[in-house]
């Protein structure tokens, strides 16, 4: 197939910047996962980035960043969960993840939806998970955003 005209000069404008658009999201990411992974109020973080995570070693063999999309944990379940989706002002409401905005979308009612509590346990979801796709505002005013939405 060819592309209309317009869309492949969307496309051309596009990835003349995806290196500087990936690298400061891969930056932002990981911010985001350090604070988060330090707030007492998250119960797990999961992010190859950090080194508490299971295949950090791999990660940094194999990649030259770390993505843009962060996992986090809540006790709680969905209602905590739920709350903190509720209060993000920054981040916005997704079922899908990827762009240059900040979104958050919670596993067990999008991507994970309608799976047994086994399914879900056998694919490491919780009902307290939460996932960011980290865009590329600022990191400080992510990581505010964030703070006042664990409350």
Avoid at 6 to 12: E, F, M, S, T, V
Wanted: aromatic share 6%; hydrophobic share 45%.
């Amino acid at each position: 197939t060819v592309l209309d005209p317009q869309a492949a000069y969307a496309l051309g404008r596009g990835l003349k910047t995806l290196t500087v658009r990936v690298a400061r999201q891969n930056a932002t990411a990981l911010a985001v996962a350090r604070f988060l992974e330090g707030d007492r109020r998250v119960t797990r973080v999961y992010y190859p980035g950090l080194e508490s995570h299971p295949d950090h070693a791999t990660a940094r063999r194999q990649m030259t960043g770390f993505g843009g999309v962060v996992c986090l944990e809540l006790d709680g379940g969905l209602p905590r969960a739920a709350r903190f989706f509720d209060r993000l002002q920054l981040f916005a409401r997704a079922a899908s993840l990827g762009g240059v905005e900040s979104l958050c979308s919670l596993p067990i009612l999008t991507s994970h939806w309608g799976l047994s509590d086994e399914e879900l346990a056998r694919a490491g979801v919780s009902a307290g998970m939460a996932r960011l796709s980290v865009g590329l505002e600022d990191h400080d005013e992510l990581i505010a955003d964030l703070d006042q939405a664990l409350g």
